[in-house]
């Protein structure tokens, strides 16, 4: 059915059903992508967003302070080079304006517009064994029959929100991954935080200044290393833009898809060589400290616990005052096993009289109330605004919240409920023409440049849909046997790390009864891209095709 036979039939609120070759989901940068590379060998494809405009994480999350971690000029297609070098950075790590406007100007230089159905939900997703294709329903009434349904939903999009009474405030309440696009005024207002983490941190330093109060409700300290985001001139972009073919060959096969890798090994080094590289790293005012200092960071117990006391001393000297050493650096837990954000003044923002820290710890909260917060205490503190930097069901609550059903009615839901399982974060046995990009067991946001692996995830479903076409094949399914062995190899590299000791979103601990196992993939960028590769140039070994 064609895009205006859909419209106008929808629009008296019947049931209509559409054919299409491939649906993505999402049109954030791997839905994008997806249905760029799909269209582009000639496939019938319809990608569904719920927002009203492409950006997927960039779209949702607009709060006060968002931006980059990764350098811009990282965070980029890869595929073409007219595409990377028509678009101009004006600064290292720019803010979610600029970022959406650069995913704007994607769509518009590939003409992704026409394709894509803004403003829709996908509802539910059941696998029809009579026809071998997905049958999706849609808020807005749609029926749409597919051959491949792509989840390009992301990593992080499903907000975790976990207060009772919420509803109940009679003031502002938001959730940073679902801000207004009007602006918020925080003058002279009374403001609550509860969350510091990467989001939390990007919001607490950019209002700290502006509202009247400001208390922010911690749980966990976080490590931090300060930003450095200096502006580029038309020269400093002509100079990465010189390194497209560099970039293009390098990032896909470093560890976590930085331009920077592990350069040095601990037991080479003597403790004065080591200080320096350390120091190096962390002037660097980037994630180097984290993802390309020393990998025994990841390992060694003895080795991060050295790393984590340099950045605890880097935060005592900013910090100073003992109790605000207390409540923000990290004590029972090694750097690098948790998400490690990037600030800028983060800390010094709790020096101003206006900023204060409720500790939660021993003293959770217990719901919000009319007027505020309730801890277990009994306190309540009251608030104009409040402000949820809560984090997400990682990886899996984007396809959670759908009704997926595969072979025999299986839920994914339900699935996942009992043990969290996908074949190379690819496809998920029982499911099948199902594809999945930034789910768990494949590399994603916890040590992964998101566009780098995004984009080998997209090509690799592209091309895998490419081979079966041009063998006639209709079907295709990982066997439960290599699910079975990817899973082992996946949980073997990542029990072996500290991130499985500590309890984070990494885990799925901050979702309480999520099955516990390490989301991401933790073998390395590089070393997964391989893997990827050699189940292609083998027919795609351990798939079963029809």
Not at 384 to 407: E, K, P, S
Not at 434 to 446: E, G, K, R
Not at 521 to 540: P, T
Request: hydrophobic residues 35%.
């Amino acid at each position: 059915m064609t895009e205006s036979a859909i419209k106008s039939n929808g629009s008296n609120g019947a049931h209509v059903r559409a054919r299409y070759d491939a649906v993505v989901v999402g049109a954030g940068v791997a839905g994008l992508y997806q249905l760029y590379r799909l269209r582009e060998q000639g496939l019938n494809v319809r990608a569904i967003d719920a927002a009203s405009g492409v950006g997927g994480t960039w779209y949702w999350n607009r709060y006060p302070g968002a931006r980059f971690d990764s350098e811009a000029y990282i965070y980029q297609y890869l595929f073409s080079e007219e595409l990377y070098k028509g678009w101009s950075w004006s600064e290292k790590f720019p803010g979610q304006p600029e970022i959406e406007r650069w995913l704007n100007y994607v769509a518009d230089r590939l003409d992704l517009r026409k394709d894509i159905q803004f403003g829709t939900t996908v509802k539910s997703a059941h696998f029809d064994e009579a026809t071998q294709r997905w049958l999706v329903t849609t808020d807005k009434g749609d029926v749409i029959d597919t051959q491949f349904l792509i989840a390009c939903c992301g990593m992080l999009s499903a907000p975790h929100v976990s207060f009772p009474g919420q509803e109940t405030f009679r003031g502002q309440l938001f959730h940073t991954a679902r801000w207004p696009k009007q602006p918020v005024d925080f003058a002279g207002k009374r403001i609550g935080v509860v969350g510091n983490g990467a989001t939390g941190i990007q919001v607490i330093q950019t209002i700290g200044a502006e509202v009247g109060h400001l208390k922010v409700f911690v749980r966990a300290p976080q490590y931090i290393i300060p930003m450095k985001n200096p502006r580029y001139n038309a020269e400093d972009a002509e100079g990465y833009k010189s390194k497209f073919e560099l970039l293009a060959q390098r990032l896909p096969h470093t560890f976590t898809g930085f331009e920077y890798d592990f350069e040095h090994a601990w037991a080479d080094l003597t403790p004065e060589r080591r200080r320096d590289v350390i120091e190096d790293c962390w002037n660097d005012g980037s994630l180097k400290l984290w993802i390309s200092s020393f990998a025994e960071l990841f390992f060694d117990e003895q080795v991060n616990a050295e790393i984590s006391e340099f950045v605890r001393e880097k935060m005592r000297e900013r910090l100073g005052d003992p109790k605000l050493c207390d409540a923000l650096i990290p004590a029972d837990y090694g750097f690098g096993t948790h998400r490690v954000p990037l600030e800028q003044n983060f800390l010094e923002t709790f020096h101003r009289p206006n900023v204060e820290i409720v500790s939660v710890k021993d003293n959770p909260i217990e719901r919000v109330t009319p007027t505020g917060i309730k801890t277990a205490d009994g306190t309540v503190h009251a608030f104009d605004i409040i402000i949820l930097a809560t984090g997400f069901d990682a990886g899996t609550g984007a396809l959670t919240r759908i009704d997926i059903r595969g072979r025999g009615g299986r839920s994914l839901k339900e699935d996942w409920g009992r043990d969290i399982r996908t074949t190379m974060g690819l496809q998920v046995h029982g499911y099948p023409n199902l594809f999945t990009t930034a789910v768990p067991l494949a590399p994603s946001a916890a040590l992964c440049n998101m566009t780098t692996c995004l984009q080998q995830q997209v090509e690799w479903i592209d091309d895998c849909i490419r081979y079966m076409r041009g063998k006639s094949l209709k079907v295709i399914e990982p066997t439960k046997a290599a699910e079975d062995a990817w899973v082992a190899h996946h949980d073997e590299i990542a029990n072996a790390m500290l991130i499985a000791k500590t309890d984070s979103w990494y885990l799925g601990s901050n979702v309480e009864g999520k099955p516990r196992r390490v989301l991401s993939y933790c073998g390395g960028v590089g070393a997964y891209r391989q893997k990827c590769e050699e189940v292609a140039a083998n027919g795609y070994q351990g798939f079963t095709m029809n």
